[in-house]
């Protein structure tokens, strides 16, 4: 049974950073392009993924609001996908799903649209 789960939110400190992990059963999330998405309170999910990496080159592509704050990372042997986020400020709060997307372009493409898979989300708090 495919699962995918989010795990790593909190209440931090604007300033601070907080990892978030997105972990994968009955699936090897290396076979898929992977983007994490963002949804703020009261807000729709974005329409984009606030990152996303591709499945073989493992490239990244950002959205200009994580730019330079953000990365994202795999762990292969942990069927790990990580979200490192540095110098969070109060937008940043929201609730972060994972997703998957099994596409076979050669990069990832960051559309909503494009993924087949998510998780249910963990909620994320920037307030001092």
């Known amino acids: 049974q495919l699962r995918i789960v989010e795990s790593g939110g909190g209440l931090v400190q604007p300033g601070r950073s907080l990892r978030l992990s997105c972990t994968a059963s009955?699936?090897?999330?290396?076979?898929?392009?992977i983007g994490w998405f963002r949804q703020a309170p009261g807000k729709e999910r974005e329409a984009e993924a606030i990152?996303?990496?591709?499945?073989?080159?493992?490239?990244?592509e950002y959205a200009d609001s994580v730019k330079g704050r953000f990365t994202i990372s795999r762990d292969d042997a942990k069927n790990t996908v990580t979200l490192q986020m540095n110098s969070l400020k109060p937008e940043d709060t929201g609730t972060y799903y994972c997703?998957?997307?099994?596409?076979?372009?050669?990069?990832?493409?960051?559309?909503?649209?494009?993924?087949?898979?998510w998780g249910q989300g963990t909620q994320v708090i920037v307030s001092s």
């Open positions: 997703a998957v997307d099994r596409g076979f372009q050669f990069f990832c493409n960051r559309a909503a649209s494009r993924f087949e898979n």
């Open positions: 009955g699936l090897n999330l290396d076979d898929y392009h």
């Open positions: 990152l996303c990496i591709s499945k073989e080159v493992r490239s990244k």
